[in-house]
């Protein structure tokens, strides 16, 4: 797939102008659609498309527009979460800071899909200059009729509000993202019942990420049968990959789903930095399982990953070379999740907390020969047994850094600390 499609703005300069975007043919599917077609069309043609949320989940789009209750009186509301917090991932900045009308198309897109009145964008709070790109974005927007009342002359009415966040890896979570909304702790909330039937405010609503909206103005724009020949057939269209660590070139990269992970990092990101060898790949962002280099010949896709024992996620590939010390990768990973716990359930609070202390006793001296042991048991007390998944998210890459590279926490243990580190400043090994 040569052709950018969220990525356009490498191709096309200045697109974040409206202008330009217009001259582009921007606006004009929008213009279409809502003096055209039907909203339960448009659902239609999302739902064979087979696009899927590409913020993590990978749940059908379409199915979800479909779960808001028809008899339920309250107004709809669409919320966009671009709360780009996962470690590894920065996609939807891209599409926000230099194709922020493509965005805001896909938004009156779907809003008229699901008949919501009202869209809310949470941006990360510490995305100033996007959140700025997007006030400026939506007002020219306004001002050329794409938003407010009766657009288009097609009856339509749609208000779009650009809400800065507060700063928390937790309100990126669906759930949690409502309640940070609606002015409150991102406490995330039990499910059922879900956002669709019981959302901010009280009212049905939808939550979708910035990358997985940006695909509905291309799917109505050229049909679901062009979007469904890219990729593989349970996971079509074109996809964002954040390659981020040890290559020659990192960056975002726009190709076909289901492209090559080796083909990612040896083709597209020029190979390992400097020569060396490849030691680790995490596929999805920080909070997926790692890969280690003999299983890095899979395809980029939900299933494929998914069969390899790690997860798509966010698609944040970080990528760790032959000098990583993965105690100390696990180190970092879990001094973040420590951090960004909410708090609200106890196996998270307490078990992301006791995983950092672990780890540093790994890294720095003072582990015992059963604290390798209790990091898997840590980390399988924690999964699955809190509101939100943050705690898993700490949990999978424990263990999965444990039970791969175990031989290298083996070896800070009999040192009794990082071999690496004792290296540089000269230390004595433990019983030397």
Not at 112 to 120: D, L, P, R, V
Not at 297 to 306: A, K, R, Y
Not at 319 to 335: H, K, P
Not at 425 to 430: D, F, I, K, M
Request: with cysteine; aromatic share 8%.
């Amino acid at each position: 797939m040569s052709e950018k499609i969220l990525l356009r703005h490498e191709d096309v300069d200045n697109l974040r102008q409206l202008s330009v975007y217009e001259q582009d043919g921007g606006y004009a599917t929008a213009r279409r659609v809502l003096t055209e077609m039907k909203a339960e069309q448009v659902i239609e043609e999302v739902k064979a498309s087979g696009l899927r949320g590409r913020g993590g989940a990978g749940f059908p789009t379409g199915m979800k527009w479909g779960f808001l209750p028809k008899d339920n009186p309250k107004p709809r509301y669409l919320l966009i979460n671009a709360d780009e917090s996962e470690p590894g991932t920065f996609k939807d900045r891209q599409i926000i800071e230099h194709n922020p009308h493509l965005l805001l198309e896909s938004i009156l897109l779907s809003a008229f899909a699901i008949q919501s009145h009202k869209a809310y964008i949470y941006i990360r709070g510490e995305f100033a200059h996007g959140a700025n790109v997007l006030i400026e974005a939506v007002q020219e927007a306004e001002r050329a009729g794409h938003f407010g009342e009766n657009i288009y002359g097609s009856g339509f009415d749609l208000d779009v509000v650009v809400h800065r966040g507060a700063g928390a890896y937790i309100c990126g979570e669906e759930t949690g993202l409502i309640e940070s909304l609606e002015g409150k702790r991102a406490y995330p909330r039990v499910k059922p019942p879900f956002p669709a039937v019981y959302g901010v405010f009280g009212a049905p609503t939808i939550v979708n990420n910035v990358e997985t909206l940006s695909c509905v103005r291309p799917i109505l724009e050229r049909g679901a049968a062009w979007f469904k020949e890219i990729g593989p057939e349970k996971s079509p269209g074109p996809k964002l990959y954040c390659v981020s660590g040890h290559v020659e070139k990192p960056g975002v990269f726009e190709l076909p789903m289901g492209t090559p992970l080796r083909e990612l990092i040896y083709d597209h990101c020029g190979g390992i930095r400097g020569g060396k060898q490849l030691k680790a790949v995490i596929p999805g962002g920080s909070s997926v399982p790692v890969l280690t280099a003999d299983e890095i010949d899979i395809n980029m896709d939900f299933e494929s990953v998914s069969a390899a024992g790690s997860l798509m996620g966010s698609c944040g590939v970080i990528v760790m070379d032959e000098d990583t010390c993965m105690v100390r990768a696990l180190r970092i990973i879990a001094r973040f999740y420590h951090h960004e716990s909410c708090g609200q359930c106890t196996p998270c609070r307490e078990g992301t907390g006791w995983l950092e202390r672990l780890m540093i006793g790994l890294e720095e001296g003072g582990a015992t020969d059963r604290d390798l042991d209790l990091l898997l048991q840590i980390s399988d007390n924690m999964m699955g047994n809190t509101v939100c998944v943050l705690a898993d998210a700490a949990a999978m890459p424990t263990k999965s850094f444990v039970t791969k590279f175990r031989s290298e926490f083996e070896e800070h243990l009999r040192l009794g600390g990082c071999p690496q580190r004792l290296a540089a400043t000269g230390a004595s090994a433990v019983g030397a």
